[in-house]
């Protein structure tokens, strides 16, 4: 971007369009920083109020490629010379202030507005519009965690302060109608790949609790420690659906010997396999 | 034709097994499963043609060796009678007189003896079949083969008739694993699985024996396998040899384990470092009595010829005592009767160590530090006894 000079009024836009849906996408900390290398008036004002209409704008406005092309302001990064010839005098936090500057007709966009510096912005804050609305939703669940990830956040500081040192199950309670809960737990919280329950049960409301035979730490939490039993989907509030995943994985890893269990004794006759022997049970 | 008969009086049921298809839930049923083909270690291709060599059937039921291994074995009471999983039950509360505590004790001994039951050790036993009848007008009757098993009751495992009818008509006995799978089938036992399970697989059972839990993976071995077969016994010798490294011997004391344990050593002749383990928790009787295992498991060996030419029985020797422990000592006092014993027990272990240990300076250092404690604390029971009155 290239800074314009005998501008009153600018707003400073990081921009980067989409070749395929015509549409442009505003993110804000690329503004930020380049606010900070932009040498103001004192008389300059960057009102907060600003970089909050920033955020609001960042991923629900899309605004045409059209519009703006005729309103746009471009600058140079470490250009040394946007300080000086830029005179920001005022700021009006108002939705679209690029309507206060004059038209340009000659402005350039080009699909590598940034280039490698913006490759340092932080992940996810400058997204194409087509992933930012499916993918920043909470309730989305198409992403698939892998087990290990599953197991470093059931060490980490944000698992211990959601839940302690207590069961995942432990804090949540079943909604329903009168004194005693229905037989079964729901079928299922996730469907079409998104949550469809305002209260999902304790595995699907955390996407990070992910149910496999390696993920002893998490399985262990759902077996009594005194029946070796798992625990029943009414008292741990799981779904139907998480339940059987939780059985299956539970029975994986007994199987892959992940998880220890007292065996049953198995009492041998020595008569069978010592035919000379008159005592059956010792020799 | 005698079979005939038997098969024509009695229930059966016959099964389909498809010739081509032989996996079982999209896993081929043992063939993954190569411990027994992989013999490449050959440390224990050396350990089990000893065994071979030896016939440890006969040894292990001969009620000496027995005695010997149930006594080095312990009775822990805490550990054998330790809580377990199981169905939620409400706790029983019973006053009882000094009589009544005491039977309910004996009665406790009795039941502990059945939980510590040693496993039997048996030779492997490679899986053949005899063929009972060739009916080459049968084949090409049927693309599957038929199995027959007796479902009568109260016939054993081990003993019940089960017979496989092949494509090309051969009537024959089925082979382990097919007499595992109808066997569970039918009659199912709690806790073992049609399939292997995974986690006797090298890898995975690696990791069990890694993370030390060798009651565990022994327990689900003998539930699992018959004890004398090849896969069952590779996978105990593995992990006696894992426990041998790691020196864990104390985890399996007081388990039904303990015993066939002890036994693999002395047979491989591996005994050298449970010997010392023996040794440092200070229980030389047990030391003695594996060192009387070894003379009864090798009679040729040295050890057991020093013994004999001594005078007494593979019991008892009175040789290389240290004099100055026992010079001083009252023949009639407590102390004097244990440390003959003791000195007996002692001699033996000595003589092991001259003549058949393979660690010969760790075990003489430990029997030194041991013999250095006894006299110290024989000095200072001495004094305390002066001290009090009693010269």
């Not at chain 2, 039941?111 to 060739?134: F, G, R, W």
């Amino acid at each position: 971007m290239w800074l314009k000079t005998g501008l009153k009024y600018a707003c400073v836009f990081l921009v980067r369009l989409n070749n395929t849906n015509n549409k442009i996408t505003i993110g804000l900390p690329s503004v930020c920083r380049y606010i900070g290398n932009v040498r103001f008036n004192d008389k300059t004002v960057i009102s907060r109020t600003y970089l909050s209409f920033g955020s609001n704008f960042k991923s629900q406005y899309s605004i045409p490629r059209l519009w703006l092309r005729n309103n746009l302001i471009h600058f140079k990064p470490g250009s040394s010379t946007y300080g000086r010839n830029f005179g920001v005098q005022k700021f009006t936090p108002v939705l679209f202030p690029a309507l206060h500057l004059q038209p340009y007709r000659d402005i350039h966009t080009c699909g590598i507005l940034f280039g490698e510096e913006e490759e340092q912005v932080k992940e996810g804050d400058v997204e194409t519009a087509s992933s930012e609305d499916t993918e920043n939703d909470p309730k989305d669940r198409r992403k698939v965690i892998p087990p290990e990830t599953s197991k470093r956040y059931l060490k980490s500081k944000a698992y211990a302060e959601t839940y302690g040192s207590e069961p995942v199950w432990t804090r949540y309670r079943r909604n329903f109608k009168g004194q005693y809960p229905p037989r079964k737990t729901r079928k299922t919280c996730i469907r079409s790949g998104k949550i469809s329950t305002g209260n999902p049960c304790p595995i699907c409301r955390d996407e990070y609790l992910v149910l496999h035979h390696t993920n002893t730490e998490l399985l262990e939490q759902f077996v009594s420690p005194h029946t070796g039993q798992v625990y029943d989907a009414n008292k741990t509030g799981l779904c139907q659906k998480k339940q059987k995943e939780l059985i299956v994985a539970v029975e994986k890893a007994k199987d892959w010997g992940l998880i220890t269990f007292d065996v049953p004794f198995r009492e041998y006759d020595y008569s069978e396999y010592y035919p000379d022997i008159q005592d059956s049970k010792t020799a | 034709m005698n079979m005939a008969i038997t098969i024509r009086n009695i229930m059966l049921i016959c099964n389909r097994v498809i010739v081509k298809q032989q996996t079982l839930l999209g896993r081929p049923f043992m063939s993954s499963f190569k411990l027994y083909e992989n013999r490449k270690n050959e440390e224990t291709l050396e350990e089990s043609e000893t065994i071979k060599d030896i016939d440890v059937e006969k040894i292990f039921i001969q009620p000496k060796v027995q005695e010997i291994l149930k006594r080095i074995r312990h009775i822990n009471m805490d550990k054998v009678f330790r809580t377990v999983t199981k169905p939620l039950s409400l706790p029983r509360y019973q006053f009882l007189t000094e009589e009544e505590l005491q039977q309910q004790l004996e009665e406790a001994r009795q039941k502990a003896e059945i939980k510590l039951q040693m496993p039997p050790v048996l030779k492997p036993k490679p899986s053949v079949t005899e063929i009972l009848s060739y009916d080459p007008e049968l084949q090409g009757l049927d693309n599957f083969k038929i199995v027959f098993t007796d479902i009568t009751y109260g016939i054993s495992d081990r003993q019940r008739l089960i017979v496989v009818r092949d494509t090309d008509g051969t009537l024959r006995k089925a082979k382990r694993g097919e007499r595992h799978r109808m066997n569970q089938t039918y009659f199912p036992q709690n806790g073992r699985k049609h399939k292997l399970p995974i986690m006797f697989e090298d890898e995975h059972l690696d990791n069990l024996l890694q993370r030390e839990k060798y009651e565990f993976v022994l327990d689900r071995a003998c539930l699992q396998f018959e004890p004398d077969d090849p896969d069952y016994i590779k996978i105990i010798e593995k992990t006696y040899q894992h426990i041998d490294t790691t020196r864990s011997f104390n985890e399996l004391r007081s388990t039904r384990h303990f015993g066939s344990m002890a036994f693999y050593f002395v047979v491989a002749r591996k005994m050298d470092n449970l010997l010392l383990d023996m040794i440092q928790r200070k229980l030389i009787s047990d030391a003695a009595d594996l060192v009387r295992l070894y003379c009864i498991v090798h009679p040729d060996s040295d050890t057991a010829q020093q013994s004999v030419s001594e005078g007494d029985d593979l019991g008892i020797v009175k040789v290389g005592i240290n004099k100055e422990v026992y010079s001083n000592v009252r023949p009639d006092s407590d102390t004097a009767q244990q440390s003959v014993s003791e000195g007996d027990d002692l001699g033996i272990v000595k003589i092991f160590l001259q003549y058949d240990s393979r660690k010969k300076g760790n075990l003489e250092l430990a029997l030194q530090t041991y013999e250095d404690m006894q006299k110290q604390r024989h000095i200072v029971e001495e004094g305390v006894k002066s001290a009090h009155g009693h010269t």
